[in-house]
């Protein structure tokens, strides 16, 4: 406790030098720590193609400085993720961290951010307490309050009035099976299971099993992007589509970055989220054209995430002429700005997204899959945050 005590006083006075570098540099960095390995590499993957494009299409600018982007690989391992951000901030003076593939890993960041007085930009991890966990924490991905509340509101409007849900068993599915399940019984449905799956072990057959027993109308599931097309492989090995369970989901397990490969189990599911591939705006039709030429492979959520994250910390440094710390955060809250998944908020507030909800339909189009979307709700605000 001492010692880590010690370790935080150190990280505050290196921070004040690393303010009085900053200023006279004509060069800013941002850290980036990503699991561009393990098993949520592909998160990583996306964030990091994400950046790359968004730096070549901005020339690597911001507030009249080069700004230079080191990404790290902390292997979604928590203890490579603090001892990385507190590389960054106290070696590498950089002006912000980001990236943040997973909650745990975001939660562990959050007190080396608030005592190195650096900003934190969360681009992927979705759980709603995380912006509480540290003053310098601003999310540009989304929560899953927003996503599952959505869905909860749609699905007794059109004929499902029990079902069964699975989640991922950690912060995201905690509060992906919570939301759901309280605006679903606020809307007169029926709960028949609660089931968990470990957020490392990928086997569903036994809680699919259990599914199949209950015979809901339909199942709601949320798993972390990476794990949707083996669920939906065994969700159709086993049957349940067969059986009339209609699945329902938040826009993680049909990711864009699975979607493709999923087959035709995954045709008609219905599920909810910010970002589509599919997203019929002009800005989105060129960011996934111009994404498409640069990486061959399709954006999805996260990649969003990464790309509106760089943004709002250049728009943030052209505020602040390339100062980072109080400065940068302050000028980062209530930023306004036209994403490739629609208009974005940053609340000033919370310092939590603002966004649109869509509810998409997968649909095959020219041969491929795409969630298209066919429902919004506007500009949603986490229901997570009680203040
Ligand atoms: C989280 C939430 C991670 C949603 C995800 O994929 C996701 C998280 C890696 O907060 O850990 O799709």
Same mark, same amino acid.
């Given at each position: 406790?001492?010692n880590?005590?010690?370790?935080?006083?150190?990280?505050a006075?290196?921070?004040?030098a690393?303010g009085?570098?900053?200023a006279? +540099?004509d060069t800013?960095?941002?850290g980036?720590i990503?699991?561009?390995t393990?098993?949520s590499? +592909?998160?990583?993957?996306q964030i990091?193609?994400?950046?790359k494009l968004?730096?070549a299409? +901005?020339?690597?600018?911001?507030?009249?400085?080069?700004?230079e982007?080191?990404v790290?690989d902390?292997n &979604?391992? *928590?203890?490579?993720t603090?001892?990385m951000?507190?590389?960054?901030? %106290?070696?590498?003076k950089?002006?912000a961290?980001?990236g943040?593939?997973? #909650?745990p890993?975001?939660?562990t960041a959050?007190?080396?951010?608030t005592q190195?007085k #650096?900003?934190?930009?969360?681009m *992927?991890?979705?759980t709603?307490?995380?912006t509480?966990?540290?003053?310098y924490? %601003?999310r540009t991905?989304?929560?899953?309050p927003q996503?599952? !509340?959505?869905?909860?509101e749609?699905?007794?409007?059109h004929g499902?009035?029990? !079902?069964? #849900? @699975?989640v991922a068993d950690y912060g995201p599915?905690?509060?992906?099976?919570?939301?759901?399940?309280?605006r679903f019984l606020l809307?007169?449905?029926?709960?028949l299971?609660? @089931?968990?799956?470990?957020?490392?072990?990928?086997?569903? *057959?036994?809680?699919?099993?259990?599914?199949?027993d /209950?015979?809901?109308d339909a @199942?709601?599931?949320?798993l972390p992007?990476?794990?949707?097309?083996q669920f939906?492989?065994?969700f &159709?090995e086993? &049957? @349940?589509?067969?059986?009339?369970?209609?699945?329902?989901a938040t826009?993680?397990?049909?990711? =864009?970055d699975?979607?493709n =490969?999923m087959g035709?189990?995954?045709?008609g599911?219905?599920n909810?989220?910010h970002?589509?591939a599919?997203?019929p +705006?002009?800005?989105?039709k060129?960011? !996934?054209?111009d994404?498409?030429?640069?990486?061959?492979?399709r954006?999805?959520f996260?990649?969003?995430?990464g790309?509106?994250g760089?943004?709002?910390i250049?728009?943030?440094?052209?505020? #602040?002429?390339?100062?980072?710390g109080d400065?940068?955060l /302050?000028?980062?809250?209530g930023?306004l700005f036209?994403?490739?998944?629609?208009?974005i908020?940053?609340?000033?507030q919370t310092?939590?997204i603002v966004?649109d909800?869509y509810?998409r339909k997968?649909?095959?189009?020219? &041969?491929?899959?795409?969630?298209?979307?066919?429902d919004v709700?506007?500009? !949603?605000?986490d229901?997570?945050?009680?203040?």
């Amino acid at each position: 406790m001492l010692n880590r005590r010690l370790h935080l006083m150190a990280l505050a006075a290196a921070t004040l030098a690393a303010g009085a570098a900053q200023a006279q +540099s004509d060069t800013v960095k941002i850290g980036v720590i990503l699991p561009m390995t393990g098993p949520s590499a +592909s998160t990583g993957k996306q964030i990091d193609a994400a950046i790359k494009l968004f730096m070549a299409q +901005s020339g690597g600018k911001a507030g009249g400085k080069k700004v230079e982007v080191i990404v790290k690989d902390d292997n &979604g391992t *928590a203890n490579l993720t603090a001892r990385m951000a507190q590389e960054l901030i %106290v070696n590498d003076k950089v002006v912000a961290i980001a990236g943040f593939g997973l #909650t745990p890993l975001a939660l562990t960041a959050a007190p080396i951010a608030t005592q190195g007085k #650096t900003p934190m930009v969360v681009m *992927a991890a979705a759980t709603s307490a995380i912006t509480e966990a540290s003053p310098y924490i %601003v999310r540009t991905s989304f929560t899953l309050p927003q996503a599952a !509340v959505s869905i909860a509101e749609w699905a007794p409007k059109h004929g499902i009035k029990k !079902v069964a #849900t @699975l989640v991922a068993d950690y912060g995201p599915g905690n509060d992906a099976e919570k939301f759901f399940v309280d605006r679903f019984l606020l809307n007169g449905g029926q709960v028949l299971e609660k @089931l968990r799956t470990p957020l490392r072990g990928a086997d569903f *057959a036994p809680v699919l099993q259990k599914v199949r027993d /209950a015979k809901p109308d339909a @199942l709601f599931v949320f798993l972390p992007s990476g794990q949707g097309a083996q669920f939906m492989k065994q969700f &159709g090995e086993r &049957g @349940l589509d067969k059986a009339g369970i209609k699945l329902i989901a938040t826009g993680d397990v049909t990711d =864009d970055d699975q979607l493709n =490969d999923m087959g035709d189990v995954a045709l008609g599911v219905v599920n909810s989220h910010h970002y589509s591939a599919a997203h019929p +705006s002009a800005m989105n039709k060129k960011f !996934v054209a111009d994404f498409e030429a640069m990486n061959k492979f399709r954006p999805n959520f996260m990649a969003v995430g990464g790309y509106d994250g760089m943004r709002l910390i250049f728009k943030g440094l052209d505020a #602040t002429k390339g100062a980072g710390g109080d400065a940068l955060l /302050a000028a980062m809250k209530g930023q306004l700005f036209e994403s490739p998944r629609g208009q974005i908020l940053i609340d000033a507030q919370t310092r939590d997204i603002v966004q649109d909800i869509y509810i998409r339909k997968v649909e095959k189009k020219d &041969g491929q899959l795409w969630n298209i979307e066919f429902d919004v709700q506007k500009a !949603v605000k986490d229901p997570g945050k009680t203040k």
